[in-house]
């Protein structure tokens, strides 16, 4: 197959990026993205501070015109993201409690109405674990609600749409030997045991020299996809873009059978948020890069 999407779709999985609502005028940006994918996810148009700005008031208009234009290309598209610490609106970072609770409940019914029966995963929570050695939760607004918000979170969106796929998203939980990737580990295991709904742990897999790519990722997707959830790559970006660390992690995915695709974070350089970088698959000209041609090898391979 001659592009992403296509040679993913030849085991079944998806080939995805993110897309901005802000570039879609921009034809050299949708001309790549509409040819070389087939997964979408918003990278900032369906958080909580773009679809709730005002308590109770949603606004989903920069989150229709990035599902529209996935639609109109025969893309499905990945929900992101529902709970988070971050990219609240002011109103939602000023509350606690059990009013922050109940906002909580309410935004994901509001948005997740909306999108009901439309996306094909959510990412329910997004970065609820600390970095470093601890392996514990993130002390955020919502973590001191109680500990119980990620699994609230979880069974009010299977109640609001029992069709899509609701996911746990994170970063730096890709090195199996790290105690952030144990904490989230044992958490999907609880749940499981316990029946909280979770269908899929996405990876972000934001590797830069501080925390570069280990061949050890393999082990961290099966070990999760061995507990009975899907796994898969949904924020790719590789400092530097080694060709060699590209084809390494399509092959890590390629090797698991419950790896559901992988997603770039942006599709030329020049769309990436670490500015400075050369992260992606595509210059900032739209050229492909070495990168894309190992990523699109490996999966004409596998
Ligand atoms: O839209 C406003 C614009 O109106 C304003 O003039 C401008 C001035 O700063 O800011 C614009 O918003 C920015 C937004 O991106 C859209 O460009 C925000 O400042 C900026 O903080 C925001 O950054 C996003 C970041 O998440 C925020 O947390 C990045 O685009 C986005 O790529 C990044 O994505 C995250 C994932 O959601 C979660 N995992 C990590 C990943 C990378 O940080």
Redesign the pocket.
Do not use: D, I, L, S
């Given at each position: 197959a001659s592009t992403l999407g296509a040679a993913a779709a030849q085991s079944g999985r998806y080939f995805g990026t993110?897309i901005?609502a802000?570039r879609l005028g921009d034809s050299a940006y949708t001309t790549i993205a509409g040819r070389e994918f087939n997964m979408v996810t918003p990278?900032?148009e369906m958080?909580i501070d773009a679809t709730e700005p005002q308590q109770g008031r949603f606004n989903f208009s920069a989150g229709d015109q990035v599902y529209n234009w996935a639609v109109q290309h025969g893309m499905r598209v990945r929900g992101?993201?529902l709970a988070w610490y971050?990219?609240q609106p002011g109103w939602m970072q000023s509350l606690s409690g059990s009013a922050l609770r109940q906002a909580m409940i309410n935004h994901i019914n509001g948005v997740m109405a909306h999108y009901k029966g439309k996306l094909a995963y959510w990412d329910v929570v997004?970065?609820a674990f600390a970095d470093g050695g601890s392996g514990g939760r993130r002390d955020s607004n919502l973590q001191r609600t109680g500990n119980d918000w990620i699994e609230v979170a979880f069974r009010t969106a299977r109640a609001a749409d029992p069709d899509v796929k609701l996911c746990y998203n994170d970063?730096n939980i890709e090195d199996w030997s790290a105690a952030k990737t144990q904490g989230v580990y044992n958490m999907v295991r609880d749940f499981k045991s316990r029946g909280v709904p979770i269908d899929c742990v996405g990876f972000?897999s934001?590797f830069n020299s501080g925390d570069p790519y280990k061949s050890n990722f393999r082990t961290t997707l099966q070990s999760f996809a061995a507990l009975g959830v899907d796994v898969a790559i949904t924020?790719l970006d590789v400092q530097g873009a080694s060709a060699t660390t590209y084809a390494n992690i399509t092959n890590d995915c390629l090797a698991v059978s419950r790896c559901v695709g992988m997603t770039v974070?942006g599709v030329r350089d020049s769309d990436s948020?670490r500015s400075g970088d050369t992260p992606l698959l595509f210059d900032g000209n739209g050229n492909k890069k070495a990168a894309y041609n190992s990523v699109l090898n490996a999966l004409n391979a596998g």
């Open positions: 993110a901005a802000g990278e900032n958080k992101h993201t971050a990219q997004n970065e970063y972000q934001h924020e974070w948020w």
